[in-house]
């Protein structure tokens, strides 16, 4: 059977009983997946025509009789039963995501863990046949009053290193080993990456390690969402051995090819890096190295180890140079990993006096509030909604994706890249509600009003566009012929549930950091606004929906991709890499499951 992808002319084999979203993952042709291909997101629609399995009950809710007519399936329902032709609507394309990778740049003193040793040694005679090794040991104690450790590489290039420039050579040391012996002055530069594994994008930037100078920046959307958009998802793919190899294969396939576009751009090669440091969440991290994270979604979610690992890059392996050092910065629970250590560290609220308190939300919710004294932290599997999943018309900060709304009289938007709307971001989703309340068009409950209720409020052009009744009542965002591909977009009365669900669990959980520390809103005198959070939601609007509580006394501060800029600052500082061994011994967890008063919390903050 084969199967024929349009636009893209793909052709893959299909094995018997197999879904066109396997066939497609497969022969690698990206496909929207948001709920990783258990049938309950609908956004994985395409047109198929061909001999097919029969329509499943989930493709029936999720596609209208006009879309089925058309010959929708849902690509991880339709099974092809021959040869079939799949066409894939723009709006199920995996596309190019907006990237958070300017981060915040944050002062630091160089601390290089990666350094130059020049030597001059004196050649051997037959009166003294020195070993080079020897040679290198006697000169290490004249000059830095200690032996070195070499690793087999650097012993391997010693020999012709030695001799090549008149015994004037180059020991390159990472950490306590010295991996490369060079001729002269050694290399040009000596590279390094930072890498922000996050659930959706994946980031590396390429500095120089003996200046801080930031080379080069560059970013892939995580290949992993191909099985699934949410952490809980890849965790369920990974139940399998070739599941976890699968999953782990494409987060090193990433990181490779940032590795690769990062060093063409400065005319070096992969193999020129020497170290690199990455942080993510506590299942990014266990994928990456290939651990099953099982555990991770099941009570009492515990993680297999939280400690910084430093590995050797042929252990993973990733292609820079063999015996680069890879750092992966400690994890601090199962469900708040080392990303969130990079945002305690790049924002410094371990060290401060005032009270402050760092909000980090992607696919995710993550928090930390305190000082010098106590830090506490505690997650929420909030950030789906932000990121366009479980929204109706959700989807990723993407071209095409509303990231702007206001409401006045009417409603107006506006789109990423000034293409035609294809979905609505968290940031336009933030923005939307917010406006719905501020306009009268949201009950504080979070019911969408009646049309008359509108009309009655001198809001006729908002009155026209409710929709439906009761639970079913939509507010018409897009008309059909603004949207991409004829489509409108309505926010639906389920949409506005599922954002209070969201707003409810980061409210309920910064309720509760604040209980547990004896504080209160009026203590805290910073907020730090990471992730997609600081750089593109709205604080107005956050504020207005109760996403967090008024903090009067408290100054608000972007510090965009905090948990890159931790990973950079790791990886020119090891006075900074050993800070982040600290705040782990600093901070507390909190575990919000199970506990009684996050529910009394939990439901109050859905509230607008
Ligand atoms: S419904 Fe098919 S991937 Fe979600």
Redesign the pocket.
């Known amino acids: 059977m084969r199967i024929r992808f349009q636009p893209y002319g793909v052709r893959a084999e299909a094995e018997a009983g197999a879904t066109i979203?396997q066939v497609a993952q497969q022969a690698g042709v990206e496909i929207e997946?948001?709920?990783?291909?258990?049938?309950?997101?609908?956004?994985?629609r395409v047109i198929a025509r061909g001999p097919l399995g029969p329509m499943t009950e989930r493709e029936q809710d999720?596609l209208s009789p006009t879309e089925v007519e058309q010959g929708y399936r849902?690509?991880?329902?339709a099974v092809a039963l021959g040869d079939v032709d799949v066409v894939i609507p723009e709006e199920s394309r995996l596309s190019r995501v907006s990237i958070l990778s300017a981060g915040a740049s944050e002062e630091i003193e160089l601390d290089p863990w990666v350094r130059r040793i020049p030597l001059r040694l004196s050649a051997a005679t037959l009166e003294d046949q020195l070993p080079d090794l020897e040679n290198v040991q006697r000169a290490a104690e004249a000059t830095l009053g200690h032996r070195l450790v070499l690793t087999l590489g650097a012993l391997q290039q010693l020999p012709s290193a030695l001799r090549q420039d008149g015994g004037q050579l180059t020991l390159i040391q990472v950490d306590d080993e010295v991996v490369m012996a060079h001729a002269g002055a050694g290399p040009e530069r000596l590279l390094g990456v930072a890498f922000d594994i996050g659930t959706t994008t994946i980031v590396g930037y390429l500095l120089d390690l003996e200046t801080g100078e930031q080379l080069a920046v560059s970013s892939r959307l995580n290949p992993q969402t191909r099985y699934g958009d949410d952490v809980v998802s890849r965790i369920a793919h990974a139940g399998t051995p070739e599941g976890l190899r699968a999953l782990q294969q494409a987060v090193l396939g990433a990181m490779q090819a940032i590795i690769a576009a990062d060093t063409a751009e400065i005319g070096a090669a992969p193999r020129d890096v020497l170290a690199v440091v990455a942080v993510g969440n506590t299942t990014m991290h266990h994928l990456l190295l290939g651990i099953d994270p099982t555990a991770l979604a099941q009570a009492p979610y515990v993680p297999v180890a939280t400690p910084a690992l430093r590995l050797r890059a042929c252990e993973l392996p990733l292609d820079v140079y063999p015996d680069a050092a890879i750092w992966l910065l400690p994890n601090i629970a199962g469900w708040v990993g080392a990303d969130t250590v990079g945002v305690i560290l790049s924002s410094r609220l371990y060290q401060q006096d005032e009270l402050g308190l760092a909000i980090d939300i992607g696919t995710n919710g993550e928090m930390a509030l305190g000082s010098r004294e106590r830090l506490l932290t505690c997650s929420t599997a909030a950030g789906p909604a932000f990121e366009g999943a479980q929204i109706s018309c959700g989807m990723r900060a993407a071209d095409g994706a509303i990231d702007r709304v206001e409401i006045d009289h009417d409603v107006h938007w506006h789109t990423i890249g000034e293409a035609q709307p294809r979905g609505v971001c968290g940031s336009g989703l933030v923005d939307l509600v917010a406006g719905m309340l501020k306009s009268g068009v949201l009950h504080p409950s979070g019911r969408i009003e009646a049309p008359e209720t509108l009309i009655e409020a001198g809001r006729p052009k908002l009155a026209r566009r409710i929709v439906g009744e009761g639970r079913s009542r939509q507010l018409l965002l897009v008309e059909p012929n603004d949207g991409a591909g004829g489509r409108g977009l309505t926010i639906t009365q389920r949409d506005v549930r599922e954002l209070q669900l969201a707003k409810g669990a980061i409210r309920a959980g910064i309720e509760i950091l604040l209980r547990e520390l004896g504080a209160s809103a009026d203590d805290v005198r910073v907020v730090y606004l990471a992730g997609a959070f600081g750089n593109y939601i709205s604080p107005e609007s956050a504020l207005t929906i109760g996403l967090m509580p008024s903090l009067p006394n408290a100054r608000l501060v972007p510090i965009g991709n905090a948990a890159g800029t931790g990973a950079r600052m790791a990886l020119l500082s090891r006075a900074e890499l050993e800070n982040a061994t600290r705040i782990l011994e600093h901070v507390r967890y909190l575990e919000l499951s199970g506990r009684p008063d996050f529910q009394a919390h939990f439901a109050e903050a859905m509230l607008f």
């Open positions: 979203l997946a948001v709920c990783g291909g258990r049938g309950t997101c609908g956004k994985c999720a849902l690509a991880c329902q």
